[in-house]
C-alpha cells in the first residue's frame, strides 16, 4: 500500500513527474540518476501499477502518476504550510513564495518582490512568468502560492484582489504621422497596420474588446508573442499597438516611441492577485497579501509610475531618459 511509500520516494517521482526527465530531477535533487531510478522502481511496486512510461527518448504519465503528482502536491503544499506556521509561531516569517504571473506582470511585480524581500530577509521567493495559458492551467493545477494577472478567468473559481491599476495605451513610432495629434478618433486607428499580440493574450482581448465594442475593425499586420517583440516593430515603423504602460517601464528605445493621444485611451485596467477559491493561504502569501494592501497606492505612484522615466500614459510624450538597466530586468 502507498501508505509504505517514503517521503523520499514521493519527492523523487514528484521531481521527475514535473520535469518528465530523470536526469533533471536527479540534478534538482543533488542526487544521482541511478538512485532516482530505484525510488521510482520501489515506489511502483507499491503502487502495483505504472506510473510513468517511456515512448522513445521522452517520458509520459500515467493516468496512475498523473493522480499521484496530484497528492504529492497536496502533501508537499501541507508540509511547507506546517513549517510556516511553526515559523509565524516562532515571530519569524519565514518560508518559500511561490508567485506565478502573466508575461506583462514581469515589468512590475520584481520591484515588489525587492521590497517585499527586504521587510521579509526569511522568505524566498520563486517567480515563474508564463503566457496567460500557462498560467491558467498552473492555476487549476493549484502549483503557486499566488498568481498575479489582468483579465480575471471566466472558468476558473478563483479569488481576485485588484491591486494596481493598469493602463493601457496606443503606440506608435515617435515619427508617425499621428504623433502629437491631439484627441485622435479611435475610427482613425482603423486606416493604420495593427501589431497585436498572440492569441490568448490579456493585452489582446482587452485590445480586441476596446475596438469590437466600438464597431471598429482592425487591419492586423502581424501578431508578435511578446510586448518587447512589439515594441522594436513599433519603433521599426511597422505599425502601431495597445500595449499596457508598464512595458514602457524600462525602455531602452524611449526615443524611439510615442504614445498617442487617442480619445478612449488609456484603457483602464487592474492587475489582480488571484489565488483559487477555498485554496488554504500560506503564512508567507498572507504576509504577501497584506503587503500589497498597504503598499499598492504607494507603489504606484512612487515605484511604478513617478520614477526613472517611467511615463504617465495622460503625458503623451514618452520621458526621453531611459533608466539604467540591467539585462536580467530588460527581458
Ligand atoms: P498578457 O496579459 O501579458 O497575456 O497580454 C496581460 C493582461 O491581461 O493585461
Known amino acids: 500500500m502507498i501508505q509504505h511509500a517514503t517521503l523520499r520516494q514521493l519527492q523523487v517521482f514528484e521531481a521527475v513527474a514535473r520535469n518528465l526527465s530523470y536526469t533533471r530531477a536527479a540534478e534538482e535533487l543533488f542526487t544521482t540518476q541511478p538512485t532516482v531510478s530505484i525510488q521510482l522502481k520501489q515506489l511502483t511496486d507499491i503502487v502495483g501499477q505504472p506510473l510513468l512510461e517511456q515512448l522513445g527518448k521522452r517520458i509520459f504519465l500515467t493516468d496512475t502518476g498523473r493522480e499521484l503528482l496530484k497528492v504529492c ?34 515589468y512590475f511585480v520584481p520591484r515588489l518582490l525587492g521590497l517585499f524581500c527586504l521587510r521579509y530577509p526569511g522568505i524566498d521567493v520563486s517567480l515563474k512568468v508564463e503566457n496567460r495559458e500557462r498560467l491558467l492551467q498552473r492555476i487549476a493545477d493549484n502549483q503557486d502560492d499566488l498568481y498575479v494577472l489582468g483579465q480575471p478567468p471566466e472558468h476558473l473559481e478563483i479569488e481576485l484582489e485588484p491591486f494596481l491599476e493598469n493602463r493601457m495605451v496606443v503606440l506608435a513610432a515617435s515619427n508617425h504621422p499621428l504623433a502629437g495629434k491631439k484627441h485622435i478618433p479611435p475610427q482613425r486607428l482603423e486606416e493604420e497596420p495593427f501589431l497585436m499580440r498572440e492569441p490568448g493574450s490579456g493585452t489582446r482581448l482587452a485590445t480586441e474588446k476596446f475596438f469590437t465594442e466600438r464597431g471598429l475593425k482592425l487591419k492586423v499586420r502581424m501578431e508578435l508573442g511578446s510586448n518587447e517583440a512589439i515594441k522594436q516593430a513599433v519603433a521599426g515603423g511597422l505599425g502601431i499597438a495597445v500595449l499596457s504602460a508598464h512595458t514602457l ?74 533608466p539604467p538597466i540591467s539585462d536580467t530586468q530588460a527581458h
Open 249 to 322: 517601464a524600462l525602455e531602452r528605445s524611449i526615443d524611439e516611441l510615442t504614445i498617442l493621444d487617442v480619445e478612449g485611451f488609456p484603457i483602464r485596467r487592474h492587475w489582480y492577485l488571484a489565488y483559487p477559491k477555498n485554496k488554504q493561504l500560506s503564512v508567507v502569501a498572507q504576509a504577501f497579501l497584506e503587503f500589497l494592501h498597504e503598499e499598492s497606492k504607494l507603489l504606484g505612484e512612487k515605484y511604478l509610475l513617478g520614477i526613472n522615466g517611467f511615463p504617465t500614459p495622460d503625458r503623451g510624450k514618452i520621458k526621453k531618459k531611459a
Open 73 to 106: 502536491h497536496e502533501i508537499f503544499d501541507g508540509l511547507a504550510r506546517f513549517e510556516m506556521l511553526v515559523s509565524d509561531m516562532k515571530g519569524v516569517k519565514a518560508g518559500k513564495l511561490r508567485l506565478a504571473v502573466i508575461t506583462t506582470a514581469k
